[in-house]
C-alpha cells in the first residue's frame, strides 16, 4: 500500500513538472477547463509575422533606427517638424495593425531628430480596438528588430492626483497593469526575451533626468507619477478613480503601459512622458474625446521642446 501511495505521488509530481516545462499550454480533457484555457497564440507564426512585416519594411528602406517614438493621440504633429527620411502607412504592411481611431494617423516615419536616427510610430492601436493584445505591441515589437534599442513612449492621460492640472506632463516612474491582459501571455517567443522579466525599473532612470533637466529649462511643469492603464474605451468611473488612488496611481491611460512591458521583455530602454488632457472622472464636469484631443494640441509645441531636447541630450 505504501508502496501504491509513493507511486502516485512520484507520478503526480512528474505530471505537475511536464507542466510546467511545456512550450505550450496543456488542457485537460475536462470540458470545463478546455471552455477556461483558450490561449490562441502560436509564437513561431507571430516571430514569422514580425519577420515579414521586417522584410516589407525592408524592401522599401535601409533606414537602421536607434530610437523608436510612440506619439500618442493628438501629438502627431510633431512628425510634420522632422526631417523624413522615409514614411510607411502602417496599412502598406500587410500583417501591420491599423489603428481605427480619429487623431492616429498610422504611418511610421523614419527620421532624423536631433541627430538621432528615428522610428516614429504616428499613431498606435489600443487594445479597446478589438485587437489581441499581442497585435497591440506588434508596431514595437517589428521597431525594435528593425533596430531601435530605445523607446520613447507618449500618450494622453486623465489626472488622478489632485496636484496635476491639465496641461502638466507626467514622467512615469511605475505603472500598474493588473486591469489590462499581459502583451507576454502565452508561449514565449524566446528569440526576443526571457519568459519571466523583471519590472522593478521599467522606466530608464537616466532618461528620466535628461527629461527632467530639459523640462526644467523651459518652465515645463513635469511630475513622476506612477500610471495605470486600462483597457477603455469607455472612460472610468468616478469610484474606479478612487479605487486607483488608493492602489497608487496618479494617472489613467488606455495604452503605454503594455507597450513598457513588451519593450522591457525584448531588452529596450523605456523612456514614457505622458500629457494631462484632463481630471480623471469624478474630478471634474464631464470627460470627451474631443477635449482630450484639443488638450493634447495645446500641449503639442511643450511635449515636442521635451522629446527633442530628450533625443538631443541622449546617448
Ligand atoms: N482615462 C483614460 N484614458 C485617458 C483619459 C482618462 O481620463 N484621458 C486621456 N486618456
Sequence with gaps: MKKLVSLCLALALMAALCGCAADKPQTSDAATRDEVVEVDFDADDYYARLERCVQQIREKTDFVPDVALVLGSGLGDYADSVKIVAEIPYSDIQGFPVSTVAGHDGTLIFCEIEGKKVVVMNGRVHYYEGYDIHDV????????????????????????????????????????????????????????????????????????????????????????????????????????????????????????????????????RVCSVSCVTNMAAGMQEKISHEEVQSSSNDAAKRFAVLVSGLLKNMV
Excluded: C
Design 137 to 268: 505591441v506588434l508596431p514595437l515589437r517589428v521597431t525594435h528588430l528593425l533596430g531601435a534599442k530605445t523607446v520613447v513612449l507618449t500618450n494622453a492621460v486623465g489626472a488622478i492626483n489632485a496636484d496635476y492640472s491639465v496641461g502638466d506632463f507626467v514622467l512615469n516612474v511605475d505603472y500598474i497593469s493588473s486591469f489590462v491582459p499581459s502583451p507576454l501571455v502565452g508561449e514565449n517567443i524566446d528569440k526576443l526575451g526571457d519568459r519571466f522579466v523583471d519590472m522593478s525599473d521599467a522606466f530608464d532612470e537616466e532618461l528620466n533626468g535628461i527629461v527632467e533637466k530639459v523640462a526644467g529649462e523651459n518652465n515645463i511643469p513635469i511630475h513622476r507619477g506612477v500610471m495605470v492603464q486600462t483597457t477603455g474605451p469607455q472612460y472610468e468611473s468616478p469610484t474606479e478613480i478612487k479605487m486607483f488612488r488608493s492602489l497608487g496611481a496618479d494617472t489613467v491611460g488606455m495604452s503605454t503601459v503594455v507597450e513598457t512591458i513588451a519593450a522591457r521583455h525584448m531588452g529596450m
